[in-house]
């Protein structure tokens, strides 16, 4: 039986991540996931604190030459409904920032990951299921596909909404669903996006494009359920011509890479992100509509939390290292959950007063440049606003001494 100070269940962006963040920590790392891997035609946007994290794992130089900058945000009312929103356009220079952060394609990211996970020495691949995981006083007994078994003193479950480690773990969840299905493409377009992401609210929910590099763009298209049907089983040429009236026009005409995916709108959290010696990332933990770019960037704060208590903790304390993580990361993700549907079912409500929020809402943010900055900065980080606060203030006290 081998044994490794973590195991990483799950080899998506999350578990592949989480392995490269803490290979440098001194433990023993196994990586167990089945080789095989569905083709993933999405992508990511990832926020400023994202793309910094990158850097310090060394990965960004690669990731970069794929990803096209997110410069400017904006949001515009493609409703028909009587109280309606002005547009609201988040620029990054406002926060001085060359860019929000940028939008990558899942399949050359996951492609760099693997390269750099097999050159990574300190990291052993087990490509393998689990079937089950079993606690016990010293560590967890992992239960292979294969039949092998291994220990580990700390298990990260990254394996996704179905995670069989957060039932070993008795980790309970709350799911809801919504009447909404999302339809996910990428399309070219005849004129330059300018690294400006566009999102429609509509009456079924948000129509988003995000530039990728060149005259091309991503697209997230919120319908209800049997319209997105509708939507996946027209001609490429049919698709391109609705996604242009839907864009009215904006970035001319719109020609559809391959297919269309579409998947139904839900939401899960785990009731906790860590328990004895497991530990949650990902969609183990947390899963919302892919709605102001929270999914990935999320994750990835769940890894940067995990990896300083690993640099705190050695494997003999680890017992209770998923109390520790689950404290720690609370209140970020039941915050960012309940913005995220919140707004969702804001777009979805006739209710008068509550389009009247919504609209208020939008109003203030178009007129108060400062409010517009609070917004901005805690949506590439938490407490954004508040660390650019005291900096500015260091920055006044030190001209003030000098």
């Given at each position: 039986?081998?044994?490794?100070?973590?195991?990483?269940?799950?080899?998506?962006?999350?578990?592949?991540?989480?392995?490269?963040?803490?290979?440098?920590?001194?433990?023993?790392?196994?990586?167990?996931?089945?080789?095989?891997?569905?083709?993933?035609?999405?992508?990511?946007?990832?926020?400023?604190?994202?793309?910094?994290?990158?850097?310090?794992?060394?990965?960004?130089?690669?990731?970069?030459?794929?990803?096209?900058?997110?410069?400017?945000?904006?949001?515009?009312?493609?409703?028909?409904?009587?109280?309606?929103?002005?547009?609201?356009?988040?620029?990054a220079s406002e926060v001085d920032l060359p860019a929000f952060g940028y939008n990558i394609p899942n399949?050359?990211?996951?492609?760099?990951?693997?390269?750099?996970?097999?050159?990574?020495?300190?990291?052993?691949?087990?490509?393998?299921?689990?079937?089950?995981?079993?606690?016990?006083?010293?560590?967890?007994?992992?239960?292979?596909?294969?039949?092998?078994?291994?220990?580990?003193?700390?298990?990260?479950?990254?394996?996704?909404?179905?995670?069989?480690?957060?039932?070993?773990?008795?980790?309970?969840?709350?799911?809801?669903?919504?009447?909404?299905?999302?339809?996910?493409?990428?399309?070219?377009?005849?004129?330059?996006?300018?690294?400006?992401?566009?999102?429609?609210?509509?009456?079924?929910?948000?129509?988003?494009?995000?530039?990728?590099?060149?005259?091309?763009?991503?697209?997230?298209?919120?319908?209800?359920?049997?319209?997105?049907?509708?939507?996946?089983?027209?001609?490429?040429?049919?698709?391109?011509?609705?996604?242009?009236?839907?864009?009215?026009?904006?970035?001319?005409?719109?020609?559809?890479?391959?297919?269309?995916?579409?998947?139904?709108?839900?939401?899960?959290?785990?009731?906790?992100?860590?328990?004895?010696?497991?530990?949650?990332?990902?969609?183990?933990?947390?899963?919302?509509?892919?709605?102001?770019?929270?999914?990935?960037?999320?994750?990835?704060?769940?890894?940067?939390?995990?990896?300083?208590?690993?640099?705190?903790?050695?494997?003999?304390?680890?017992?209770?290292?998923?109390?520790?993580?689950?404290?720690?990361?609370?209140?970020?993700?039941?915050?960012?959950?309940?913005?995220?549907?919140?707004?969702?079912?804001?777009?979805?409500?006739?209710?008068?007063?509550?389009?009247?929020?919504?609209?208020?809402?939008?109003?203030?943010?178009?007129?108060?440049g400062p409010l517009r900055s609070i917004v901005m900065r805690e949506g590439i980080e938490p407490l954004?606003?508040?660390?650019?606060?005291?900096?500015?203030?260091?920055?006044?006290?030190?001209?003030?001494?000098?």
């Open positions: 039986m081998r044994q490794f100070d973590i195991a990483i269940v799950g080899a998506g962006l999350a578990g592949s991540l989480a392995a490269l963040a803490l290979s440098d920590s001194g433990r023993s790392i196994a990586l167990i996931a089945p080789s095989a891997r569905a083709t993933d035609s999405r992508t990511t946007a990832l926020m400023d604190q994202s793309i910094a994290f990158l850097k310090t794992l060394g990965l960004w130089d690669d990731i970069a030459r794929h990803a096209a900058a997110l410069e400017t945000m904006q949001i515009l009312d493609g409703t028909s409904r009587l109280l309606r929103a002005p547009p609201v356009a988040f620029r399949a050359p990211f996951l492609d760099i990951l693997d390269a750099r996970l097999a050159a990574d020495s300190n990291i052993v691949r087990l490509e393998d299921g689990v079937t089950a995981a079993t606690s016990f006083e010293t560590g967890v007994e992992l239960a292979l596909d294969s039949g092998e078994r291994v220990t580990a003193a700390l298990v990260v479950g990254a394996d996704g909404r179905k995670s069989r480690i957060r039932d070993g773990a008795g980790i309970s969840v709350r799911n809801w669903s919504y009447p909404q299905s999302a339809v996910v493409l990428n399309f070219a377009h005849e004129r330059p996006h300018g690294n400006v992401s566009t999102e429609f609210h509509t009456e079924s929910g948000p129509f988003t494009q995000v530039p990728l590099p060149g005259n091309r763009s991503s697209l997230v298209w919120v319908l209800p359920p049997k319209e997105a049907s509708r939507m996946r089983e027209l001609s490429a040429a049919d698709l391109g011509r609705a996604v242009e009236e839907r864009m009215q026009s904006m970035l001319g005409r719109v020609t559809v890479d391959g297919s269309a995916q579409s998947f139904p709108l839900s939401g899960m959290t785990a009731n906790h992100f860590g328990k004895g010696r497991f530990v949650l990332v990902g969609e183990a933990a947390h899963a919302f509509p892919p709605i102001g770019a929270q999914g990935l960037n999320l994750s990835l704060r769940d890894i940067m939390a995990l990896r300083d208590l690993i640099r705190i903790d050695e494997p003999a304390n680890y017992s209770g290292i998923g109390e520790r993580f689950d404290r720690k990361r609370q209140a970020d993700i039941r915050s960012r959950t309940v913005s995220v549907d919140l707004l969702n079912r804001s777009l979805l409500s006739d209710f008068l007063p509550v389009q009247f929020l919504r609209s208020a809402g939008l109003h203030l943010l178009s007129a108060l954004g606003s508040l660390k650019a606060f005291r900096e500015s203030l260091r920055e006044r006290v030190a001209r003030k001494q000098a």
